[in-house]
């Protein structure tokens, strides 16, 4: 697992975004097949899709053939509710780079049939060739997408219930109101994660620090669900300094 410190978490953005962006140029000018890229939303990765947008309008990266899977998605939200991630994705980025909108693969959080949904997005993952690039966030107690502690690092995708600590954490996009906070979610699993060919996890906010040190200097421990990219041989967690 490699760690890039950058001065600060607009810098550690800002690196990320030029990175994401050079895999994709660097993809297109060698083959014709998308580019397909994992995505989170959270506030953590905003400044690297404000970064990306910006790159697009000055025209140094399209979107035109690039696939994408986003992580999870609220059970019982529907794509036009402001808290699905859905409705987060194509307000701060989908909305604003040439991205072919049939090119944007989620999962359904009003499905009536969660095997079946899930089923079909590892399907259509391996369809599309496996994911390239795996860009997450990582939640205060360590979580990437919605694997909670304790989810096994083969996990697939498939139905969670979220703990206690992520609902109030996430209820800051909820009016603060943990009632609102779905209690369940679909979610990418961490084996679907770690069988992308590479993991880039962009980590914001000082609150997260000692997860991330614990994770970092430890070794892979299914209690810390990010510690699972010790196990992975091209991940990087991106931060600024100060955790360490
Ligand atoms: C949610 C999402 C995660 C995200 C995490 C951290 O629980 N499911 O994918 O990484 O929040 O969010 P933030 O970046 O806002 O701290």
């Not at 140029?25 to 400044?47: C, D, Q, Y």
């Not at 996990?155 to 909820?174: A, C, G, K, P, Q």
Request: charged share 25%.
């Amino acid at each position: 697992m490699k760690l890039i410190i950058r001065k600060n978490h607009y810098e550690a953005s800002l690196w990320s975004a030029i990175y994401i962006a050079g895999r994709i140029n660097a993809h297109n000018a060698k083959n014709k097949k998308p580019f397909v890229l994992g995505l989170p939303t959270g506030s953590s990765p905003l400044i690297i899709y404000q970064e990306l947008i910006k790159l697009y309008k000055e025209k140094k990266v399209s979107f035109n053939n690039v696939h994408t899977f986003n992580m999870d998605e609220y059970i019982g939200l529907s794509k036009e509710h402001p808290q699905s991630y859905r409705y987060f994705m194509n307000e701060y980025f989908f909305n604003h780079i040439d991205i072919d909108p049939a090119n944007i693969c989620f999962l359904d959080g009003m499905t009536d049939n969660v095997q079946r949904e899930c089923m079909l997005y590892e399907e259509m993952i391996l369809q599309k060739g496996g994911i390239e690039l795996f860009l997450g966030g990582m939640g205060g107690n360590g979580h990437i997408a919605f694997n909670e502690p304790g989810s096994p690092f083969d996990s697939r995708t498939r139905l969670v219930t979220l703990n206690n600590e992520t609902i109030e954490d996430n209820s800051r996009f909820f009016d603060g109101d943990i009632s609102k906070v779905p209690s369940a979610a679909l979610t990418v699993g961490l084996g679907t994660i770690m069988d992308a060919r590479e993991v880039l996890i962009i980590v914001n906010g000082k609150n997260k620090a000692k997860t991330l040190k614990k994770a970092v200097e430890g070794g892979a421990d299914e209690m810390l669900p990010v510690s699972c990219l010790h196990k992975h041989t091209n991940a990087a967690i991106v931060c600024e300094e100060g955790f360490f």
